[in-house]
């Protein structure tokens, strides 16, 4: 395989395929940074606000594609990349192929896949952030795939925020993003669902908010340690012996169950304690609750 590996300077030249919200913000912070920068999009008017400010407009995405040694694909979802691609085909030979288009880790290695059978090196991503906020080093992309892409064009893929590299399996940058997203989908659930145990008991929502704010700053460290727990199946106190946990836990969940707010989550942790203490691990911690998950 020929690829493209010019090395990143600050006139390096861009692709973006796809101006939606998130696309649009991608290749507006390339222009801004002055890289020279290609567009296509399939509705071809949302390309005028990036011709305006210095972008040039392709007919053909293969036409783009043919302009950048780099070519950055962000649209909706993978059937929305899929079909980009087949408008793209064998133009994207030689060049560096990065997908930060959301999606599963096993629609990434396709992905990869088909690059790799179409003379290309190809990056799959995730924009861990929001549109306005792209450049700064604030927002998180997790990339994986080639390595001689990513060497050959991080200094350019760093103009839109922090890099990070995962490692050759393409699909591996979307278990992260994937993986990130669902802690805050679930951290935020419980909190809405807790909201409602404390609104109802006469609490100020707003500034019982703020208090909760400044405990889960104290959160990283423990996570670390739970991580670590789990990866070397060994597990400590980490927030105590669930003997003592597991007595707080039916005070929890008749708390809330007389409010009529949402059990689930504290029966299931509830569940898993017990289980282990009867199983003759209450010496160890919370962690200790994933040795029960696989088989749930």
Request: proline content about 5%; glycine content about 10%.
């Amino acid at each position: 395989m020929t690829t493209t590996t010019t090395s990143d300077a600050p006139s390096a030249p861009v692709t973006v395929l796809g101006l939606g919200d998130m696309g649009s913000a991608i290749a507006r912070v390339f222009l801004d940074r002055g890289h020279p920068t290609t567009v296509w999009n399939r509705t071809a008017s949302k390309s005028a606000p990036l011709v305006e400010a210095g972008a040039s407009a392709a007919g053909t995405a293969a036409e783009a594609v043919a302009a950048s040694p780099l070519v950055v694909l962000c649209v909706l979802d993978y059937e929305a990349v899929d079909e980009v691609l087949a408008a793209v085909g064998d133009a994207i030979s030689g060049r560096a192929l990065v997908n930060v288009t959301s999606g599963s880790p096993s629609r990434a290695r396709a992905t990869q896949q088909w690059a790799s059978e179409h003379g290309a090196e190809y990056l799959d991503g995730g924009v861990m952030g929001d549109p306005p906020d792209l450049g700064s080093e604030h927002v998180m992309f997790p990339y994986s795939g080639s390595r001689t892409a990513f060497d050959a064009h991080e200094a350019t893929l760093r103009e839109l925020g922090t890099p990070a590299y995962h490692g050759t399996d393409a699909g591996l940058a979307s278990v992260e993003f994937m993986a990130q997203v669902a802690v805050g989908y679930e951290l935020l659930i419980g909190f809405l669902h807790t909201l409602r145990l404390v609104q109802k008991e006469g609490v100020d929502v707003g500034e019982f908010a703020a208090r909760i704010a400044r405990s889960v700053s104290a959160y990283p460290p423990l996570l670390t340690a739970i991580g670590e727990a789990v990866r070397d199946d060994e597990y400590p106190p980490d927030l105590g012996p669930l003997s003592v946990q597991a007595a707080l836990m039916g005070d929890l969940v008749d708390h809330r169950r007389s409010l009529g707010v949402d059990t689930v989550r504290m029966r299931e942790v509830k569940e898993l304690m017990d289980q282990r203490v009867a199983d003759g691990h209450g010496d160890q911690g919370f962690s200790s609750l994933f040795a029960l998950l696989e088989n749930r």
